[in-house]
């Protein structure tokens, strides 16, 4: 296995575009070390691209701008998801909560992933875009287009994430996360996140739910957002919209079964949809 | 295709000559010897591996060893004073108030605690339950391990 370590953006896609699929690109490792083996078994390039300078946290007109080798710790200390809609980024990541994990980790990594983690349904529940790179073209996409299935993306074998983007939301916008794992250091069994905005009268403008690891890709509940649009949300309206949030087909895996998983992700559901209501009412 | 690397262990600079894909773990123990370092979980679940990189804890079986060169790393072994044989302080804290059972996950308590006391000598007792929040100890000793951190942080102060 050849190891290489490109200083610039365009030196790592070069060497990507020269390697393909035999290349792993690698920046906290997080992922790659332990899984090295029976993820990776065919590698034959190790690209580490913790010395691109893609480590920044801006904040412009636009929304929020994270460099994919950003660290789960930089973002979580940084100012900007201190309040306001983005908090629930803060929220998303104290849930893991082993602090050395968030040291290593990658903002980057945990939205390359496809896998078990929290950040992309958070990320998704706030219409982040993820900016591709290739040698010749670069893309935005939004990230619900991103996934394709359990640890398959869109990405081309010699594309790479740069950069994650998330957009300000309007005002009275709140957004809320839960998840639920076996013990604090496993990986999440169900997560979920939910944004909403409320109009006049706190009636509900605009909503996006958010089901991550209940199904790969993340599953985003459109027929309960469509129940939202336009009313209060009491009691009623939540119940309802709980029960087709979770109208999915759940998988079935070591750690939950599909039926505990459903159960477990109307809570999630619940739990979420209060927080980002709670949030926005209290917003300006 | 094996890639030198030069790594700093406890103040001393060892080559080796390790594979991309080799953790940091791994080599400490099976290359340089220093078997101080514990593996266990092998997923960064456990903390049993914890080395000290740059001063911050580090889960050495999550590290590939290629990117920790060049990084100030201490393992256990580095702890005590090499030329008087004196323990750190945790170190005499975990032998007289017995922060141990079986032993496994005490070097990477240490090293955690290590890491917390040198960026708050002053810690309370939830904010050293908050930084060994990554350290698992299967015999259940927490409530001693606790008690240890407290009581070498009180002794790196001068008091009893």
């Not at chain 1, 691209?49 to 701008?65: F, H, P, Q, S, W």
């Not at chain 1, 790969?216 to 119940?239: R, S």
């Amino acid at each position: 296995m050849k190891y290489l370590i490109p200083s610039t953006t365009d030196e790592a896609l070069s060497m990507l575009d020269k390697y393909g699929e035999a290349a792993v690109i690698v920046a906290g490792g997080v992922f790659f070390t332990p899984h090295r083996e029976e993820l990776f078994g065919e590698a034959e390039v190790l690209i580490n691209i913790g010395k691109l300078e893609l480590n920044y946290i801006n904040v412009d007109e636009e929304g929020l701008k994270i460099g994919a080798t950003t660290s789960l710790t930089s973002l979580m200390t940084s100012e900007v998801i201190s309040k306001g809609v983005f908090r629930v980024l803060f929220e998303t990541m104290d849930e893991i909560p082993i602090k050395r994990i968030r040291d290593m980790g990658t903002v980057g990594g945990e939205v390359c992933m496809s896998a078990e983690n929290d950040l992309p349904t958070s990320l998704i529940a706030l219409d982040a875009k993820v900016v591709v790179v290739s040698p010749t073209k670069s893309r935005i996409l939004p990230l619900e287009e991103f996934y394709l299935g359990y640890l398959s993306t869109v990405l081309e074998s010699n594309e790479m994430v740069t950069e994650i983007q998330v957009p300000h939301s309007p005002p009275k916008t709140g957004a809320g996360f839960c998840k639920f794992e076996r013990g604090t250091v496993d990986l999440p069994i169900v997560n979920a996140a939910v944004r909403v905005t409320l109009g006049p009268n706190d009636k509900c403008k605009a909503a996006k739910i958010v089901l991550g690891c209940v199904a790969f890709p993340p599953v985003i509940a459109y027929n309960a957002e469509n129940l939202l649009i336009g009313k209060n949300l009491d009691g009623k309206i939540i119940a309802s919209v709980i029960e087709a949030a979770v109208d999915i087909e759940c998988i079935t895996d070591i750690r939950a079964s599909g039926e505990l998983r459903k159960r477990w992700a109307k809570v999630a559901v619940g739990k979420a949809l209060n927080k980002a209501y709670e949030q926005a009412k209290g917003g300006k | 295709m094996a890639v030198a690397i030069t790594l700093i262990v406890n103040g001393e600079g060892h080559k080796v000559d390790v594979e991309p894909w080799w953790s940091l773990a791994y080599v400490l123990r099976e290359k340089l010897g220093l078997t101080g370092t514990k593996i266990m979980c092998n997923n960064g679940a456990c903390g049993s591996c914890t080395v000290l990189m740059n001063g911050q804890p580090v889960s050495s079986c999550l590290k590939l060893a290629v990117l920790a060169e060049g990084k100030n790393i201490t393992t256990i072994e580095g702890l005590a004073n090499t030329e008087t044989g004196e323990l750190h302080s945790l170190q005499e804290a975990f032998i007289k108030y017995s922060g141990m059972q079986c032993g496994t996950c005490t070097p990477g308590m240490i090293l955690t605690a290590k890491a917390l006391l040198d960026e708050n000598p002053v810690p309370t007792e939830d904010e050293v339950r908050e930084a060994l929040a990554g350290n698992l100890c299967r015999c259940g000793s927490y409530k001693r391990i606790v008690q240890c951190v407290l009581a070498a942080a009180e002794t790196t102060r001068g008091g009893a």
